[in-house]
């Protein structure tokens, strides 16, 4: 149990994170030389709540934010605006200690695990080095604990006295899910986690991960690509389009009857082989580039690129809004494009 | 004429003590022009260094201690290094799986392609500029104008992947190998970028080696597939064969193990997805008994006493090295 649990909102218990309207701009050079400042809109306006021991997804083509939310959730991102609330308190603004203190509850296993990693220090001490910052436990509980780590993850305990490249791909992200495991954290963020990872170590991972979930009451933000994956594991899934959420519900919801056009895209792009997935692409599945993230137009961000785009879209930004209680959506043809889809369905 | 032949390719690797380990052993195989042929396996298996063999570009430490390997009858092995340099990017190139370690982080993504481009086409100054931005477009980057002039830390994970491709689709080689392309690519990007191989072979009659650890992936896009265990071709065939009907008891376990996207139906509670326990044993620990024994759930007395089948055809164009399989032979 965490010492984090005390201080949950009893208003809110079930959520052990909040977030309200959070915006992350970077800039991007200025439009000429006496110009204002471009921005490019990584994170543009996103809320979503995430409920203490479930799974999270954030689904969304290359460049869509979702990393750099769950960055900004980790305060490893600079937060333009917004509020995240972390079991009750806003981190938004933490710095210092407090926020030292605060980052052992939350913990992320990244993309590339080649770059996770610090090329000179052996496996063994990477996985130590969170619990000898944090000073938990003493020198010999330590070592007892990454051994114990390892075999978690499904490495020999040989394991801790090589060197990052001495592991294949597969290997060293184990090495970066122990590390993350080591200081107990409450939430872990799976940045394309198993993304880069060979099936069969996919699914060791994916089965390790819901175990660890089960015993610890773990929290995952799980940022994938993959819809599959994403299908089964996540209890909630956001599918984010250029900053934005544009869709958001329950796996089940989600899947059984999704709303918005680019939802359909990505699913026409995971459907199984057959006739109905060449049916889905043909109807669904946008072509040609998202457009530009600095200083996108107002109006609907998908505009450009979607099938079912009328007038309105280009001037008006759709909000988030609730089609039922567990589903939303920001289109503003949802209502009679669900009678379209659902035509298709069957 | 066959593009590419491999014949009984062996690499070892000296260890810590000076030993020579096996890390590919008696690997044969040809990729014909413009066909795909697809290498799958898991992590640790030896896909990347069997391509990295094939561009003489393996890290040190690692030899290739016997066979051969032909690219349209020349026999690399006895090629120079300066040879070498000159057939690399144009009669075959590679895109390397991490894009962080094979792109220059002080170069923009422009002067990066553009200098592939004057190496190989003599392209200079404007022209390879304007060819730079129509690749990155033809990879899917948005802004392409603008993103040429970027540095590879500014672009995400996908982005670097991708005008990785660019790079390599540059020189116009004969022989692509694409070690694991996809990988870190969303969805609706990799159909895209799937499509955009088959166009190039379309187009330039390049052969593909397509190596992934997905197996239900490239079944569509490969011709052929050839699974790799621990360094080993352990099943090889036309490529529908290898998927509707698996021989190898590791090639089933790569089939089973991926969660399938499945349409219009709410997900079932979540079940533990299947696996094949364990993991691939490591250099220095593979025996002459069949490298999957410790992993393999028909694992039987014939399979403890006797060494490593060999890969024997069961069918036309279908071959397996299983004792438990038919045809089973030393
Ligand atoms: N430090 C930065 N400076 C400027 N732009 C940035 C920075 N980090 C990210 N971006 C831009 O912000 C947008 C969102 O990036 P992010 O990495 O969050 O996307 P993503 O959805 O995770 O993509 P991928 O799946 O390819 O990793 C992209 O357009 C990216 O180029
Ligand atoms: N530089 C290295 N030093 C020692 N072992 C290595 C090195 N690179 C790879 N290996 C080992 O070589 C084997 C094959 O690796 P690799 O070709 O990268 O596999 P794959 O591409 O299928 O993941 C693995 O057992 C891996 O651990
Ligand atoms: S608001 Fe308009 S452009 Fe946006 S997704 Fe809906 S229909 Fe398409
Ligand atoms: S030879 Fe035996 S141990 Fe090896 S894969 Fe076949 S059945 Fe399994
Ligand atoms: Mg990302
Ligand atoms: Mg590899």
Not at chain 1, 142 to 171: I, M, T
Not at chain 1, 200 to 215: D, F, G, H, T
């Amino acid at each position: 149990m965490s010492v984090l649990d005390t201080a949950a909102s009893p208003a809110a218990p079930d959520h052990l994170l909040d977030v309200n309207d959070l915006v992350v701009h970077f800039p991007a050079g200025r439009q000429g030389p006496f110009g204002k400042t471009s921005f490019v809109h990584a994170v543009d306006g996103v809320s979503f709540r995430v409920r203490r021991g479930t799974t999270f997804g954030i689904v969304g083509e290359s460049g869509s934010g979702k990393s750099t939310t769950a960055l900004a959730v980790l305060r490893l991102a600079p937060i333009t605006s917004g509020q995240v609330v972390f079991a009750g308190r806003d981190i938004a603004d933490l710095s210092g200690s407090p926020l030292r203190e605060m980052r052992k509850h939350l913990q992320i296993v990244f993309q590339d695990p080649f770059s996770a990693l610090n090329p000179r220090r052996r496996a063994g001490d990477q996985i130590r080095e969170p619990l000898d910052l944090l000073g938990i436990g003493s020198g010999s509980e330590r070592d007892d604990r990454v051994r114990k780590l390892l075999a978690e993850v499904g490495l020999p305990p040989q394991a801790a006295d090589l060197f990052p490249h001495q592991f294949s791909g597969g290997q060293r992200q184990r090495l970066c899910i122990a590390r993350a495991l080591a200081p107990e954290p409450d939430l872990i963020v799976c940045d394309e986690a198993v993304s880069a990872l060979d099936v069969a170590i996919q699914a060791q991972i994916l089965n390790l991960l819901k175990r660890l979930q089960r015993e610890r009451r773990l929290t995952y933000m799980f940022i994938s690509h993959d819809l599959g994956v994403v299908q089964q594991f996540c209890d909630e899934v956001a599918v984010m389009y250029l900053g934005k959420i544009v869709e958001q519900g329950s796996a089940a919801k989600l899947f059984t009857a999704p709303c918005h056009p680019y939802t359909w895209s990505l699913i026409a792009a995971a459907a199984p082989p057959g006739p109905v997935r060449d049916a889905l692409k043909q109807r669904h599945l946008v072509k040609g580039d998202p457009p530009s993230p600095v200083d996108p137009p107002p109006g609907c961000r998908f505009v450009q690129r979607c099938p079912a785009a009328v007038d309105r879209c280009r001037q008006q930004l759709p909000s988030l809004d609730a089609i039922d209680p567990s589903h939303y959506v920001a289109c503003h043809r949802a209502s009679d494009l669900a009678e379209t889809f659902i035509q298709i369905r069957s | 004429m066959t593009l590419l032949e491999v014949d009984s390719l062996n690499v070892s690797m000296r260890n810590a003590e000076g030993h020579l380990v096996s890390v590919i052993e008696n690997l044969s195989f040809s990729v014909a022009h413009g066909q795909t042929t697809a290498l799958v396996g898991e992590s640790g298996c030896g896909k990347s260094m069997t391509a990295l063999a094939l561009m003489r570009l393996l890290p040190e430490d690692f030899v290739i201690t016997s066979g051969r390997i032909l690219l349209e009858g020349r026999d690399l092995l006895s090629l120079s290094a300066k040879e070498m340099r000159s057939l690399r990017g144009r009669a075959m190139s590679m895109i390397f799986q991490e894009p962080m370690t094979a792109l220059n982080p002080l170069f923009t993504v422009g002067d990066q392609i553009a200098e592939v481009l004057r190496w190989h086409q003599g392209l200079g100054g404007s022209a390879a500029r304007e060819r730079a931005i129509a690749l990155l477009r033809v990879v899917q980057i948005p802004a392409a104008e603008q993103r040429v002039d970027a540095y590879p830390h500014q672009l995400s994970g996908g982005m670097r992947q991708r005008v990785m491709i660019a790079m390599a689709l540059a020189g116009r080689p004969k022989l692509l190998i694409a070690d694991e392309p996809t990988t870190a690519l969303d969805v609706t990007v990799q159909a895209q970028i799937f499509d955009l191989l088959a166009e190039l072979q379309q187009e330039t009659g390049a052969a593909v080696l397509l190596i992934t650890h997905d197996l239900g992936a490239v079944a569509e896009l490969a011709d052929e597939i050839l699974v790799l265990y621990a360094g080993r071709c352990i099943e090889a065939g036309v490529s529908a064969d290898i998927v509707e009907a698996p021989r190898h008891p590791y090639t089933r376990g790569l089939l089973n193990c991926v969660p399938h996207f499945t349409l219009g139906r709410a997900p079932k509670p979540w079940v533990d997805l299947g696996e094949i326990p364990g993991m691939v044993p490591p250099l220095g620990a593979r025996g002459a008994d069949c490298a999957f024994l410790a992993r393999c759930a028909l694992a039987a007395d014939i399979c403890r006493s006797r060494p490593q089948p060999a890969l024997d055809p069961i069918g036309p164009g279908h071959a397996v090295s299983c004792w438990r399989e038919a045809g089973g032979t030393t």
